[in-house]
């Protein structure tokens, strides 16, 4: 089993937690994103959209941050504890999965992207977008909740973990919402979790 990496990453960092949560053996290739080794024609026929990760397991070839994290649950979790299997659990993790994409993408870690790599968006426009979501979704919804769906952790932790964990980078900050801190440290506390490099470190080993 390979995974194309990037450390900048939180979409990467969705797929190479849970193969450690998982306890799976796994080689890592990493690309320089800024170095353009996403775009090479080798990568390219991994993945046309020239995004990590990618993750390619025997004759699977599976890209997407959170498509790799349903395949890992479906093959690797045969108690499915990690995707459920009943009908309403497993769209509920779904629909965390939808909020990782999109709201997660839009939100924080574009913010990321303006504050790390000066990336063309609008750092007032991400900004307000990680508010709205976090006050009206997340900091709501775990009040009275340990984890995002069920009893125990699942993707949908794992899939919205990393960028808010790194909204500080894009300097968002998460004092206002304790429900949301407490949910990350419970996920950081998961057997088997590794954390989300710090750009910082990252930037100061390049």
Request: aromatic letters at 10%.
């Amino acid at each position: 089993m390979r995974l194309y990496d990037s450390p900048f990453s939180g979409h990467a960092h969705r797929a190479r937690v849970f193969l450690h949560i998982l306890g799976l053996s796994f080689e890592t290739t990493v690309l320089n994103l800024g170095a353009g080794e996403h775009k090479s024609d080798a990568f390219r026929s991994l993945n046309p959209l020239m995004q990590v990760p990618v993750l390619v397991d025997d004759d699977a070839v599976i890209r997407d941050s959170t498509a790799i994290l349903v395949y890992l649950a479906q093959r690797y979790d045969p108690a499915r504890t990690w995707l459920p299997v009943d009908a309403t659990a497993a769209a509920q993790v779904q629909s965390w999965l939808s909020v990782a994409s999109r709201e997660l993408f839009v939100g924080p870690c574009v913010a990321r992207l303006v504050k790390l790599f000066n990336a063309p968006f609008d750092h007032d426009a991400a900004v307000a977008s990680t508010t709205h979501v976090l006050s009206a979704l997340f900091e709501p919804h775990l009040a009275d909740r340990t984890w995002l769906v069920g009893d125990a952790p699942t993707i949908a932790d794992l899939a919205c973990y990393g960028y808010l964990a790194a909204a500080h980078e894009g300097a968002f900050d998460l004092e206002p919402y304790p429900n949301v801190r407490a949910w990350l440290e419970r996920v950081e506390a998961i057997p088997g979790f590794v954390a989300m490099p710090a750009a910082a470190d990252l930037m100061a080993a390049s």
